[in-house]
């Protein structure tokens, strides 16, 4: 009996969440994806080359601010999961207008020419240093974003263009576990590698909160949205996408770490601030209350990245704030 597969186009799919997101969809038992991705491997990346034999699988190398090259792939999928962007407040900062065309332009076209667009953004932008337990920001979906970086405004600016068109939106906890496509800047994944390699740390705004959540999570939601989009109401709605379990600060999450690695050191200084004002503790209740549960514990996450690290002994430390 003849399948019809489900067309997924995936932007910037082979970087950190794509890397993982491909091969998932692929092996999906019981639903056949047909899967396109788009980018344009500024990193050198090789991380999809494994599937170049899957007849389901499609790279097509090409800039997403190029609409008249995106539209005829847009027109063909049946979702899009625009991954492309320019990430983090440094990068953005520094090329404004590419971040503007990458992480805004781009979305909104992919939303207003395409079917459903399943958009991953940061909740970054709840970080805007209110006051709230512990000092820190409580945060649902109803809590006003009020981003103070050009990344955060440049992600909630498509974040409004997708649930107007019909689109859902997951708001993004920090990212953390290992990827083909290994991103080493990213919070838990950069203090593990500095725990493993340098066996200490020097902590500013260390009481500041954050919450986390699993690559390999996130693309389980992306996923879950393409099996209950109509039948749990998914349209034009947003939902906070973390651990409930893991709202900790900067000093809370170097303890876990300590405790695989009872020789790490944790200093403290007041040199930095945090340009972005992460300081909360958000509620996935609403995500939850449709069936949806990470599987991949903080814990369990540190000990992948301190068993890949021990592979990955090469890789240049970040030189990135704390």
């Known amino acids: 009996m003849d399948v019809t597969p489900i067309k997924v186009l995936i932007t910037g799919g082979a970087g950190y969440i794509g890397s993982t997101l491909v091969p998932m969809l692929l092996h999906e038992q019981c639903i056949l994806f047909k899967i396109i991705v788009i980018d344009n491997l500024m990193y050198d990346q090789t991380s999809l080359a494994a599937y170049a034999n899957d007849p389901n699988f499609k790279f097509v190398y090409g800039d997403v601010t190029d609409h008249e090259f995106l539209r005829k792939y847009v027109e063909w999928a049946d979702y899009i999961i625009p991954l492309a962007g ?37 909740n970054s932008g709840y970080g805007i240093g209110l006051k709230g337990i512990g000092g820190a920001l409580y945060c649902t979906e109803e809590t006003p974003l009020n981003p103070i970086s050009e990344y955060g405004m440049s992600k909630v600016a498509a974040e409004d263009a997708v649930r107007e068109n019909g689109g859902v939106a997951f708001r993004l ?77 900067k000093m809370e999450l170097c303890l876990k770490i300590k405790e695989c690695i009872p020789e790490f050191c944790i200093l403290e200084s007041d040199i930095h601030k945090d340009p972005d004002k992460r300081n909360y503790i958000v509620s996935n209740n609403k995500i939850e209350s449709l069936g949806f549960s990470p599987i991949h514990t903080l814990d369990m996450g540190i000990k992948e990245l301190i068993n890949a690290y021990s592979i990955l002994t090469k890789i240049k430390k970040p030189n990135t704030n704390v």
Request: proline share 4%.
């Open 86 to 122: 320019l990430v983090g407040m440094p990068a953005c900062k520094k090329q404004p207008v590419v971040a503007e065309a990458v992480n805004t332009d781009h979305v909104i076209f992919c939303a207003e020419h395409g079917k459903r667009v399943i958009y991953p953004n940061t």
């Open 173 to 249: 906890a920090t990212v953390f576990g290992y990827s083909p496509r290994m991103r080493m800047d990213l919070l838990v994944n950069d203090f593990v590698h500095r725990a493993v390699t340098d066996k200490f740390i020097v902590l500013f705004e260390s009481h500041f909160k954050r919450n986390y959540i699993h690559v390999k999570d996130v693309c389980r939601a992306f996923l879950f949205a393409i099996d209950y989009f109509d039948e749990k109401n998914m349209t034009r709605e947003v939902y906070n996408l973390g651990l409930s379990s893991a709202n900790l600060s």
